[in-house]
């Protein structure tokens, strides 16, 4: 993931001094300064050159500037596919299924009734048709699996 000091460098170099980042940020113009001394630190680079009247960016600094709005743009879009990822596990339903217990009386309700949950799905999980397999799948009931269905 990137680093939260590049947010600061963006709008530093976008605003052209720490004065109006640190207004833009809501921020005092110490507090920006120290964001950006701790960037040019943790990096070993000098990003800014500093003037009476404002900032403006090093050869370095333009090139961390345009990489810096990839790496945000990128990161803001991981969050997301990542949320829309742990959403899809919310409206998936797990139902453990095996040639012996094929899971067809829940597979017949759940034909009748998906038209009117669009958003969900099923994912059948196969087991093994021991003894042993069974009862360690009842144990994992609310964890790898939502239903079992044991009737044959």
């Given amino acids: 993931m990137y680093n939260p000091l590049l947010d600061t460098l963006i709008i530093v170099a976008d605003c052209g001094s720490f004065t109006k980042a640190a207004e833009r940020m809501y921020l005092s113009s110490t507090a920006v300064m120290k964001q950006m001394n701790a960037l040019e630190s943790h990096l070993q680079l000098k990003l800014l050159d500093r003037t009476p009247s404002g900032v403006q960016s090093t050869t ?4 961390i500037y345009q990489d810096a709005k990839y790496m945000v ?3 803001a879009k991981s969050i997301m596919r990542t949320n829309a990822a742990a959403h ?3 409206t998936t339903f797990c139902v453990d299924t095996s040639l012996l ?5 829940f597979m017949d309700l759940w034909y009748r009734v998906n038209k009117s949950f669009p958003g969900y799905k ?4 196969p087991f093994e048709d021991n003894h042993t397999g069974i009862l360690t799948e009842i144990e994992k009931l609310g964890e ?3 239903f079992f269905d044991w009737s044959m």
């Fill in 88 to 90: 899809t596990r919310d």
């Fill in 101 to 105: 217990n094929p899971a067809k009386p």
């Fill in 144 to 146: 790898k699996f939502d």
């Fill in 122 to 125: 099923l994912h059948l999980v």
């Fill in 73 to 75: 743009d990128d990161s």
């Fill in 60 to 63: 370095a600094g333009e090139i």
